[in-house]
Nanobody
Framework: QVQLVESGGGSVQAGGSLRLSCAGS????????MAWFRQAPGKEREGVAR????????LYADSVKGRFTISVGNAKNTVYLQMNSLKPEDTAMYYC?????????????????????WGQGTQVTVSS
């Protein structure tokens, strides 16, 4: 079964940190691009951070630059999102996504619909 599974969400106070993890099943090995999206109540799902499978290329949303770091794990198709200096506006359901793209540029700039696989999400709540 092809799937992505997120973990690491929770509730923290503003200024705190969380580390999200996403593990892909064995059949996700063909994916060459992974990303984290988030969706707050009443808002559209937005891209937070993207990374090529080799970890060589990354892109962040302006709202998280300097606070979040995306990285790939030693196990193929494992991706992390280290979130520091969390703010109440970071509160959302966070989703891991994976896809296949022709180049690193497309990996970093693909629209949400370009990602073939999605996890079920993990909730992040930041209180003030």
């Amino acid at each position: 079964q092809v799937q992505l599974v997120e973990s690491g969400g929770g509730s923290v106070q503003a200024g705190g940190s969380l580390r999200l993890s996403c593990a892909g099943s064995a059949y996700t090995y063909r994916m060459n691009c992974m990303a984290w999206f988030r969706q707050a109540p009443g808002k559209e799902r937005e891209g937070v951070a993207r990374i090529s499978a080799d970890g060589g290329s990354t892109l962040y949303a302006d709202s998280v630059k300097g606070r979040f770091t995306i990285s790939v794990g030693n196990a193929k198709n494992t991706v992390y999102l280290q979130m520091n200096s969390l703010k109440p506006e970071d509160t959302a359901m966070y989703y891991c996504a994976a896809g296949v793209f022709g180049s690193a540029w497309y990996c970093l700039h693909a629209l949400r619909d370009g990602y073939a696989l999605w996890g079920q999400g993990t909730q992040v709540t930041v209180s003030s």
